[in-house]
């Protein structure tokens, strides 16, 4: 008996959903030859939106300090967009320029996400960043958290005593700028 309620209720069921056709913003046709059509103009949009999208992840922009090269690989701490690498895949468009460029220097670069490749890099004067202040390592130099890596910049003169009172763990927004020295640390000029 129960079993025969459940096959009645399924019948009903199946003839009640079975004929009712709805919009899904996509053209369906329901006759007697059950003929259904898909939006194609949609598709191809929902395609070439991922396609744009894919496109715009495919490489990332950044601010980062630049060490030099090793095994074939650019060190750069990436200072402003969270990424993986700190050594970079040089494409060799870019190898001469940066063989020609100090060590501790301020660089924008452009690289690809999915794998490090560096496609192009350029020396900058100076870069606004967010970091975690740490606290004073000596009298001249402070200890900032910059997107997961340690960095130890040289305070100037201006703000050395901003900096002695600081506690320590508080988020500030710093410029930073290279040092004439090359190998010496970055210089922070600016507290905001």
């Not at 606004?128 to 009298?139: E, L, Q, S, V, W």
């Not at 402070?142 to 003169?157: A, K, L, R």
């Amino acid at each position: 008996m129960k079993f025969k309620i459940l096959a009645l209720i399924m019948t009903m069921f199946v003839f009640l959903t079975g004929c009712a056709a709805t919009d899904t913003g996509a053209n369906v046709i329901v006759d007697e030859n059950i003929t259904e059509e898909t939006n194609e103009v949609e598709e191809k949009e929902d395609t070439e939106k991922k396609s744009d999208t894919e496109i715009k992840e495919e490489y990332k922009e950044a601010i980062g300090i630049y060490f030099g090269i090793e095994r074939n690989k650019a060190h750069i701490n990436v200072l402003d967009v969270e990424t993986d690498f700190n050594n970079f895949t040089i494409e060799s468009s870019i190898k001469e320029k940066l063989e020609k460029m100090k060590s501790h220097r301020l660089l924008s670069l452009e690289f690809r996400a999915k794998d490090g490749l560096l496609k192009e890099v350029k020396e900058i004067e100076s870069a606004k960043i967010r970091a975690t202040f740490n606290g004073m390592a000596d009298n001249n130099f402070g200890e900032f958290n910059v997107n997961g890596y340690v960095n130890v910049f040289q305070i100037s003169e201006e703000l050395k005593e901003k900096f002695h009172s600081m506690e320590t763990g508080k988020e500030v927004m710093i410029t930073i700028v290279p040092s004439e020295t090359e190998g010496a640390n970055l210089i922070v000029i600016q507290l905001h």
